[in-house]
């Protein structure tokens, strides 16, 4: 019985981890007091490949993105889209990196109103033109890379402006809620028909 127990223990300790989503984190800062952060989760992404490049989306429910610009409070669901061009003989479509969050296409980014209008979008970009990038997760960022931010507001105006850093702060493994419950309701269900077969087994009569 000892022994299934400690089996069970360390099958409980290693299994969660391989059916883990590994979640990044990074911080952001740009110029005129934008700052924030937001995750991608590693799972979710998805690769489509045509003639043209490569393309790599990321859009989970739980990545979220928080940030502060000036008096604007503002957080929401965020996407990645990246694409690389990689046809040839020369490049003819821009590659890129961006993650938006809100209007036009990520909803449900939320702000406080400021002067009788509210942050309804944001866009961080990489624009690498026309060179050949692969594109991944974690961005491409060279000595002379220009990442631009885009605000967009309720009244329909919008403010454009460069983004300072861009970095990976954290990565962490987050064990997937339906996993683990399986994972714990499977464990006592074995735990508890070892203990009973070990019972019968002990009752006089029983061979």
């Not at 223990?9 to 740009?30: E, H, M, R, S």
């Not at 937001?38 to 940030?67: E, Q, W």
């Not at 604007?72 to 046809?87: D, R, W």
């Not at 209007?103 to 009788?116: E, H, I, K, M, Q």
């Amino acid at each position: 019985m000892r022994k299934i127990v400690l089996g069970l223990l360390l099958f409980a300790a290693v299994c969660p981890t391989i059916w883990a989503d590994q979640v990044n984190t990074y911080k952001f800062t740009g110029l005129n007091g934008l700052s924030g952060t937001f995750t991608l989760d590693a799972n979710a992404a998805v690769i489509d490949i045509d003639p043209l490049g490569k393309t790599l989306r990321v859009n989970s429910p739980s990545d979220m993105l928080t940030g502060t610009f000036g008096p604007f409070e503002f957080s929401g669901h965020n996407a990645l889209q990246a694409f690389g061009f990689t046809g040839e003989p020369t490049p003819v479509i821009d590659s890129f990196w961006t993650v938006r969050a809100g209007f036009p296409l990520v909803p449900n980014l939320t702000s406080n109103t400021v002067a009788g209008r509210s942050i309804t979008g944001i866009n961080l970009t990489i624009d690498y033109g026309s060179g050949f990038i692969d594109p991944t997760l974690n961005p491409v960022i060279f000595p002379n890379t220009r990442i631009i931010y885009t605000l967009f507001y309720s009244d329909g105006q919008k403010d454009d402006s460069t983004v300072n850093s861009l970095q990976l702060t954290s990565t962490t493994t987050v064990p997937e809620p339906n996993t683990a419950l399986t994972l714990l309701v499977g464990l006592g269900g074995v735990a508890l028909a070892a203990r009973r077969f070990q019972r019968k087994c002990r009752t006089p009569g029983n061979k």
